[in-house]
């Protein structure tokens, strides 16, 4: 029976027995004996520690209870004793060496594993361990990583995956497996002293600085020293300069997934853009403009950025400036294409034609119009953009731009005016725009239908289309406005004349009654609420009984009107709160408050 200890090896806590504790520690003390006299002696024993612990920690986990004498004597011929390197004969020790390391074979046999590797990375260090892993350049992989970037953007997401998930070769022995070495005591003592004289030359050099500064002359001391707090602050700038560095590259990175990403969508949404391209622009200079613009606007900046993450992904820091003056011309040409084509395009909405129809109805009966929104027949669109507000269907354009406008008549009978108004480059252009407008009014007994749109000609253009459907109201009379109506249309009013789209203003019906007075109209439930809060007559026996508190005023009656309840399907509108319907009167259409016209 033998005694087992734990040792704390490299930082690792291993089980060992007691008598083959005492067999490596006199290895490891013939070690230290034998590499006293040679540079980085500790770095040599404490890597060739780190590795014994490392395979003893991988045997434990494999199911070994403990470390015992033969685990220990294979490492000896695994990794190698002091006597055997002064030997002569290398085959005899190389027989040795295979038959002791036997039970250590899976652990002690040269094997390749992937780290990071500092010494030549770019960035972390992931495409130069690759190198290392597969015996190939690393530019291979940093060219293969920036074209996977480009093409599909996932190139970015697995470099970081893998700069994370990686562990960088810190040790001699790490640095061994990643080039698949054997990491024995010999190639640990190489990698070692390879990186001590690396380090020798950098201080060599660091030195021959500081003497060559020490011995000169007195009367350049101050420039010296000048040039010493200038180089100080230089480096301050650099370190700066390549913390920005490292951010604007991170964001390029970014704005490059975005892009390409945007590009992606665009292409699988080019159908349903195109339709709106074909609405905006002629068939002349503006669509010749268009594509030559948005290529050169937006593909230059890509281009640009590919190119600038290919550079530093491959290390090449000399640039070309004739092809970045190239590009910044042709950048260039895309503004001055796409300003061209704006202003353009602007020029032709520069011109408002509009034309009245007053249309011929029937006078309902009991003095009451009924006001609602007639039901869209088109169930499949082939475009739906803005939320419905503008529709493609076969060879048809449904623009969603009606206004309603309620003024006082002048007679005692309802009228209905439709205004049609369109722009154009030219008056006669806009005239023939305005002509082209479609729209289908209904009227069924008292009720009067609005459409939910207007329609042009597919092949027509949009030129801000829109007609305003005034109905005038004899004074005495009354109109009922359904909340379908408040939802879809647009209002054009006096600020006087308001009254909102919020749930206390409406009744059980969902329809406000309004009465249009001599001083315009006002809503029936406000005029009966005027009435039930006219002020009491003063109490002139006690003065101070008119300020006393009289109780709670009596709550107002709901209005219910008994009309024909509209569609439910907008039942979600009762929702809206006071502040969004403040929000959408405000915003829906601010240019109408604008236009003189519109007040005609």
Known sequence: MKKIININLSSRLIPIEDSAYEILRQYLDSLRRYFAKEEGAEEIVGDIESRIAEIFQEKIRKGAHCITDEDVQAIKASMGTPEQFVEEDGNTADSRQRTASE????????????????????????????????NVDPLVFRIIFAIGAVMWGGGILLYFILWFATPEAVTAAEKLEMRGERVDVNNIKAAVQEEM????????????????????????????????????????????????KGFFLFLAVVMLFVLVVGLIMSAVFSAVLIPVKDLLLDNGVQTMLFWPALA???????????????????????????????????????????????VSLARDFNTRYKETETLSITQPSQGRLIVKKAESVLELDDVNLFDGNLRVVDDTVIIDDINIRVLKSETDSFAVEVVRSARGRTVAQAKAYTRLINVNMQQTDSVLYIPSGI?????????????????????????????EVRYHYNFIRNWREEWWDDHYDWDENRQIDIRMTPGGWERTDQLEKKKEEAPAPADTANPRNEYRYRGPARQQEQNTTPIDDSSNKEAAADKKSIAMAVVSFLFLNPFKTLDPSSSQ
């Not at 652990?107 to 972390?124: Q, T």
């Open 103 to 134: 039970p250590f074979a899976p652990f002690i046999r040269p094997r390749k594993r992937f780290y990071r590797d500092p010494d030549g990375k770019v960035l972390g260090g992931v495409c130069s361990g690759l190198g290392a892993y597969f």
């Open 455 to 483: 329609s042009i000609p597919r092949n027509s253009k949009y030129r801000n289309q829109q007609i305003t459907v005034v109905i005038r109201v004899p004074v005495g009379k009354h109109i009922l406005i359904d909340r």
């Open 197 to 244: 004289n690396s380090f020798r030359s950098r201080m060599e050099r660091m030195g021959d600085d500081v003497r060559n500064f020490s011995e000169g002359r007195g009367k350049q001391f101050g420039r010296d020293a000048g040039s010493a707090i200038e180089g100080f602050f230089r480096g301050l700038a650099n370190v700066i300069a390549y913390i920005a």
């Open 296 to 342: 050169l606007l937006v593909g230059i900046p890509i281009l640009s950025l590919v190119a600038f993450l290919v550079r530093k992904m491959a290390g090449i820091k000399q640039q070309n400036r004739y092809a970045g003056y190239t590009l910044g011309f042709f950048w260039l040409l895309g503004v001055f294409f796409s300003v061209w084509l704006v």
